[in-house]
Structures are given as structure tokens and as C-alpha cells.
């Protein structure tokens, strides 16, 4: 991982709530502010430091996932894996397209932190839901034969990406860390991906897809 960017977007998502709880707390300090402004400053406030805890939480679980060796836990079956994901995810049920047949929803891959790996698929759609606005998100699953690769492709189901051959990472280019608007939590996603052996790329440029590789192996 590329860490120049990781920072860059740490010190993007840092400075939007910082900004706001400095402003307001100078405000108040200053008593320019009356009820019910006064109010709506301490929700601003709070708010405001609920996201800096947030990405304290991500970068927290960042450095975790960057120390080799750190995926270890159970099997699951790459159906179970992916129902998880869209139940952790901000993105409606009804707007994601899921296509996925029986071979691939049996295939078991072993060794993995199952909610990690979870939440980092679920934080895969939202980026796409972002980019799709309210439209549908498409989700395609390619199987091969035993021990090969297990692919899953997400993004905007009007994305002209879909249109062309949906190649693997040699083929493609790195999905953007900063994908969707996304910030911390897209990183956390690569990582968790990484620290599974796994491989994260994008297929057709910013609005197209982004996919996502693991090795498994059949149940």
C-alpha cells in the first residue's frame, strides 16, 4: 500500500470536523451565539468529534490490518460472506443487483476475519452506491475452478464498464483510494483485502467498477 495517499486523505477527512468544532467553539467562547443557536453549535460540536472518534476507530483498525500475519479466523461460505456484507451496508437491499450462481455462492474461503472482511466488502458498495447516486448497483460474482480465484465486481449498474470484458488486476488499475468519497473507510477496505491475501483493482476508470479477488477453495 501506497501510504503518501493514505495520509492525504487522513488530513482531507481531519480537517472538515476540526474546522467546525474550532469555528463554533470560538463562537461560543466569544458569546456571539443566543438560543437556539447556541444548541445547534453543541450538535455541530458533537458531531463533529463523533467523526474525529470515527476515524480514530479506522486508522486504529488501518494499522492493525498493514501488520503481516493478521488475517487469521474461520471458513465461510462466499455466499454467507457476501449476504453479511450487504446487511453491514448503507446501501438499500432493494438498489443491489446481486448476480451470483450456486458454484460460487459454495465456494469456501478459509482463514478469514469474517465481519473484517465483511464490513470491507459492504464498504466496496457504499462506494459505488456514492457513485450511483440512487440508482442500481450491479454485483457480479465470477467462479473458476477449484483453488482459482473468486471475483466479485461492484459498481453503478449504468456504468458503460460493464459493457466491455471484466479482466482481472493484471489487467486493471488501482481502484483510488480516495473511491467514492469514501476516505478512511475504502482504505480500511483495501487493507483488510490485502491482509487476506486478496486483490483490489478497478475496471474502466473512476465511475466504472471495482473488483476484488480471494483465493478459495470448494465446499
Not at 475452478?145 to 488486476?169: E, T
Amino acid at each position: 500500500m501506497d501510504y503518501a495517499p493514505v495520509f492525504r486523505v487522513l488530513s482531507h477527512e481531519l480537517r472538515a470536523p476540526t474546522a467546525v468544532i474550532g469555528g463554533y467553539a470560538r463562537l461560543l467562547r466569544e458569546g456571539r451565539l443566543q438560543e437556539p443557536d447556541r444548541q445547534q453549535a453543541l450538535a455541530q460540536i458533537e458531531q463533529a468529534t463523533a467523526k474525529l472518534a470515527q476515524f480514530a476507530r479506522q486508522a486504529s483498525e488501518l494499522a492493525h490490518w498493514l501488520v503481516p500475519g493478521s488475517a487469521k479466523g474461520t471458513s465461510v461460505t462466499a455466499g454467507e460472506l457476501i449476504q453479511r456484507a450487504i446487511a453491514k451496508c448503507a446501501v438499500a437491499p432493494d438498489r443491489i443487483q446481486l448476480e451470483c450462481d450456486e458454484a460460487a455462492s459454495a465456494a469456501v474461503i478459509h482463514g478469514v476475519n469474517i465481519e473484517a472482511l465483511a464490513a470491507a466488502i459492504a464498504s466496496i458498495l457504499e462506494a459505488a452506491g456514492r457513485e450511483a447516486i440512487d440508482g442500481a448497483i450491479r454485483v457480479r460474482v465470477r467462479h473458476t475452478p477449484d483453488l482459482a480465484p473468486w471475483d466479485l465486481f461492484v459498481g453503478p449498474a449504468g456504468s458503460p464498464a460493464w459493457s466491455g470484458p471484466l479482466d482481472g488486476p493484471d489487467s486493471g488499475d488501482p481502484p483510488g483510494v480516495d473511491r467514492g468519497g469514501m476516505g478512511l473507510a475504502f482504505i480500511l477496505a483495501a487493507a483488510v483485502t490485502l491482509a487476506h491475501g486478496g486483490e483490489l483493482w478497478s475496471v474502466g476508470g473512476r465511475q466504472g467498477l471495482v473488483a476484488l479477488r480471494l483465493l478459495i477453495s470448494r465446499g
